[in-house]
């Protein structure tokens, strides 16, 4: 089996990454309970032997020994100490190897220059050595998972300047990157020139992108906490009216760090965390359809550059509490598909699907995946040349507490709406070129890096746009070769 | 004489298993309707061609299991492991040991990586596992190798691996079996794949033997009764109809215990022509064990239902259109029935060296350049077959299996005139001439049938 090493930079990635350890390590404590060092595990943990100063490597052997000590396939980066520190001082501290962490005190003041080409150069052999050890205690290491914001300095610009050190040193290796994008009233003035610098990055260098909007992540949250059911009259009133433990929201008192801890934006974390585990969960579990990871860029990327995938999970009121009586399971797949489970505030209904993966987990038969598809499909539109755009997986593990759950990612061609208000947003500040200075005045720093982002913005933009125009237009079909009799 | 059999990919290596398991429980199953003599025949030389027993018998003084005569190749540890195990489950038979090759990255779907990255760097490994096994055998007789066209393995290493063995054995027989992915499929690129896949073997296997998962699928709700169906049913399908035709039987002109398939004799009668290699298997009764126990059924009615199936290209006996007659043609001029190029019949179980088969000897079935005599061909067997005491399998080489190549090329064609999903395959050294070539080569292919 493959392994994976997740790479976490800046604020957001670190927590992001905090919370993905905490409830990757539940779920394999639920899943596998003799505490048996497998490869399913061995696919984001190795197993140690932490009595020596450097923690020797146990090697899997026939997959039958006992885990010893975990340590994270993780890479901790961050231009300020606190969140890192914060993490290694907290409970999960024992599972991140202390080689494989980069800090420095100043910041990167929320300027993508400053991270990407200041840092960037400054520390390029002290990334590459991080990336390395992780890499090397891999035997056949398939996937880099990068996190972090688009928004801030550090994230985004050493975010993306790890990514174009990937691209060198491990070029057979795919990247996913989970990016964070702001919201309208993001608290950093120059969250759009970051943005939009780190987008051309990811849009040249990444496999794969999934898109996350803060926004919808609150909107998400506030659904599932005003779901509960002490709010409904009638009902037994709960001493807590809090999201319940043991889900997947809270990971509460089965993960690592106590839920009396919670921090606000650990709910949110959570729901990008669990994004992580059932996507992979079909590579790292048995099941009838495996779906491996290099199998999701191959099916759901068409074109290079269009490699924006809207996630959705479902059902999210399991989420908030497991007690809840499960919803009909075809609600499930119709959930999926509505604007508010989505990641991104879009509506990919109206927009056109270049391709989508269902990715299903616990008790679930290929026939009902099949009636859904069949239900699903007429009130969606699929691109001409891609009428039968789904690629399916079945894995049997289901996630902890939940008897199934779904995740959707789908190449829609809706994004181009978030990106197009990124843009403007962009253009706003741009056009009066404020605070431009603060980027033109570090080294390497160019007009021209804003000019070629926007440009490379664009025409992802244009690319996404003139697809969905064609929705619903006649389709001009290339006659076939003939053969001349 | 013997057979080698090679399963690649995950549907490979479970159409395989389950193919194996038939064949041992017909050779062991309790109702056989002919001497304990002529059935010890027929074990004998079956469990000959498909498996290796060793002679001192297991340690335990006990006889051991025969072992088959198999490659297993998988580019993911998890589907073999979950074979090896099915197998030695079984208590029946087994595979050898280490006779299987297993990296542990998979093909992503991806045909490119699979044929110009896996397939290279497998290449000496497969083929010393396949020596290996060929040492065992006291003649090589042909290989007969599973895969589906959909995924990146199966299709990808199994076209490389098919072309390896042409290369190394130019003289024996190269029959693959090719499992056609549901329409509605669960690989976005599954068509891409089948074409790349598809042309490829059109150059190097001898005959490719075409299953589709929608008929199967068909058969499993309808026939067979089964609700919620799984692959396992389908492959039980799979190897059934595969069965039927690979067990032992008796030529008609020369009527002697004469294995047509490993011979590669078969295969000469059924592929008269290099562009026509699609063969499909239709065979009768099929039904469900509870079934099979009330039903009665006689020859002349299988035999009509059999031919009928075959004319009007219907996957099993139930909802055939009776209209369809060999002699119809539409107002344009066009046949439009299932016409072939070959056939030849299989006969299973009681009274069947005595059956009529001039019914498909008859020339109106047949395309006008082959002589009805040489076109069919009927074999028979007094054993009965998987307990049913009458049974049919019937082999053609017609325009059945250019249906559902059209449909995939439409498809293909429409996604590779957007150049969607190209690039992927660019990165693996493929190229756009590549996919050209392959649509051309098919396209010809498509001709040829509809020119009978």
């Known amino acids: 089996m493959t392994q ?79 969140v890192v520190s914060e993490m290694m001082k907290g409970p999960l501290g024992e599972v ?48 880099f998972f990068v996190l972090h914001s688009m928004g801030g300095g550090t994230g985004s610009g050493i975010g993306t300047f790890i990514l174009n050190l990937l691209e060198d ?41 999934l898109p996350i909007e803060n926004q919808a992540l609150v909107d998400i949250v506030n659904k599932i906490t005003q779901a509960i059911p002490s709010t409904k009259t009638g009902k037994r009133v709960y001493s807590h009216p809090v999201v319940k433990t043991e889900s997947a929201l809270t990971a509460g008192t089965s993960g690592v760090v106590s839920s009396s801890k919670e921090r606000p934006f650990d709910k949110m ?188 913005l664009n025409s992802v933009i244009t690319e996404y746009y003139s697809l969905e125009q064609s929705m619903g237009q006649p389709v001009v079909v290339e006659p076939r070769l003939q053969i001349a009799s | 004489m013997s057979v080698i059999t090679l399963q690649l990919g995950q549907c490979g290596n479970q159409v395989g298993e389950q193919t194996f398991s038939t064949l041992i429980d017909d050779i062991y199953s309790k109702s056989t309707g002919v001497t304990s003599k002529e059935n010890q025949d027929y074990k004998d030389s079956s469990l000959e061609t498909f498996f290796t027993q060793s002679e001192n018998g297991g340690r335990d003084g006990l006889q051991s299991l025969p072992k088959a005569r198999a490659v297993l190749v998988d580019m993911e540890t ?49 083929m010393n596992l396949v020596r290996k096994e060929g040492e065992k055998c006291e003649r090589v007789g042909g290989f007969l190798s599973f895969l589906s066209l959909a995924g990146g393995t199966g299709s990808g290493v199994g076209a490389f691996v098919t072309q390896s063995l042409r290369d190394e054995f130019p003289h024996s027989f190269i029959m693959n079996q090719v499992v056609w992915p549901y329409s509605t499929g669960e690989i976005i690129v599954q068509n891409y794949n089948a074409i790349l896949t598809l042309s490829h073997l059109y150059d190097t296997a001898d005959a490719i033997v075409v299953m589709e998962n929608d008929s199967l699928h068909k058969i499993c709700a309808q026939l067979l009764n089964i609700k919620n169906i799984s692959f396992r049913d389908i492959n039980k399908v799979i190897a059934h109809k595969l069965t039927s035709v690979l067990q032992p039987s008796l030529d008609d002109l020369k009527y002697l215990l004469f294995f047509l398939i490993i011979s590669g004799y078969m295969l000469e009668r059924l592929v008269p022509h290099p562009q026509h290699k699609l063969l499909t298997v239709k065979n009768i009764p099929q039904m469900s064990d509870i079934a099979r126990e009330f039903s009665v059924y006689q020859w002349p009615g299988l035999m009509k239902s059999l031919r009928q199936m075959l004319i009007a290209d219907a996957p099993m006996e139930e909802g055939i259109n009776w209209e369809v007659k060999p002699a119809t043609r539409t107002s344009s001029g066009h046949t439009c029935f299932n016409k072939s190029l070959s056939t030849m019949l299989f006969l299973r179980g009681k009274d069947s060296s005595t059956i ?13 350049w082959m002589s009805a005599e040489l076109a069919s061909c009927v074999s028979r067997q007094p054993r009965m077959f998987c307990d049913y005491d009458k049974a ?44 050209l070539d392959s649509f051309v080569s098919l396209e010809k292919v498509i001709a040829g049938y509809n020119n009978l």
């Not at chain 1, 970051?194 to 990444?206: D, F, I, P, Q, W």
């Open chain 1, 4 to 82: 994976s090493v997740v790479i976490q930079v800046g604020q957001c990635g670190n927590q992001i990454g905090c919370r993905f350890w905490d409830l990757a390590l539940r779920e394999y404590a639920h899943v596998n309970k003799n505490g048996v060092y497998d490869e399913s595990i061995g696919s984001f943990f190795r197993n140690v032997d932490s009595r020596h100063e450097d923690p020797a490597n146990i090697p899997l052997g026939h997959g039958k020994g006992k885990i010893k000590s975990l340590k994270a396939r993780a890479v901790l980066v961050d231009m300020e100490e606190g």
């Open chain 1, 96 to 143: 991140f190897d202390c080689k494989q962490l980069l800090t420095d005190v100043s910041g990167s003041g929320n300027n993508w220059a400053t991270g990407h080409k200041m840092y960037g150069s400054q520390y390029r052999e002290n990334l590459s050595e991080v990336v390395r050890r992780a890499a090397e205690f891999c035997d056949c290491l398939q996937c």
């Open chain 1, 169 to 209: 040193d491990y070029p057979e290796v795919y990247r996913f990157v989970t990016a964070v994008y702001p919201s309208a009233e993001d608290d950093v003035i120059t969250s759009p020139y970051n943005s939009v610098l780190a987008m051309r990055e990811l849009t040249n260098h990444a496999d794969c992108v």
């Open chain 1, 269 to 456: 974390n959570n729901l990008v965390a669990n994004l992580l585990l059932n996507m992979t969960s079909s590579a790292r579990f048995e099941g009838s359809l495996n779906v491996d990871l290099n199998e999701i860029t191959m099916n759901l990327v068409p074109f290079p550059k269009m490699h924006y995938l809207v996630a959705s999970q479902t059902p999210l009121y399991c989420m908030s509490d497991v007690h809840l009586p499960p919803r009909r399971l075809d609600q499930m797949f119709s959930d999926a598909f509505a604007s508010d489970h989505q990641m991104l505030q879009v509506n990919p209904k109206r927009s056109l699907y270049l391709a989508c993966a269902l990715m299903v987990r616990g008790n679930v038969e290929l026939s009902d995946i099949r009636r859904n598809i069949d239900r699903l499909k007429p009130n969606l539109h699929f691109v001409n040349w891609n009428q039968e755009g789904w690629k399916t997986g079945l894995c049997s593990v289901a996630p902890v507490g939940q008897p199934y759950s779904l995740l959707t990612l789908a190449n829609n061609t809706c994004v181009h709406n978030t990106f197009s208000e990124i843009r403007d947003r962009f253009n706003k500040l741009y056009k009066r070129k404020a605070h431009l200075h603060h980027y033109t005045q570090v080294e390497g720093m160019e007009l021209a890096d804003f000019t070629d982002s926007l440009e490379s």
């Open chain 2, 78 to 126: 998890k589907a073999i492991a979950q074979t090896l195990q099915q197998a030695r489950k079984s208590g029946k038979w087994s595979y050898h040991d280490k006779q299987w090759y297993s990296q542990k990255r998979g093909s992503g779907n991806n045909w490119a990586y699979g044929y110009c990255v896996h397939g290279p760097k497998s290449k000496e490994d497969i």
């Open chain 2, 356 to 368: 009529d088969a001039s019914m498909f000897s008859d020339p109106n079935i047949y395309t006008s």
């Open chain 2, 392 to 435: 049919a399998a019937l082999v053609s080489n017609s325009c059945a299996g250019v249906k559902p190549l059209n449909c995939i090329m439409q498809k293909a064609w429409n996604m590779f005139s957007s150049r969607a999903y190209v690039h992927q395959y660019l990165k693996h050294g493929l190229s756009e001439e590549d996919f």
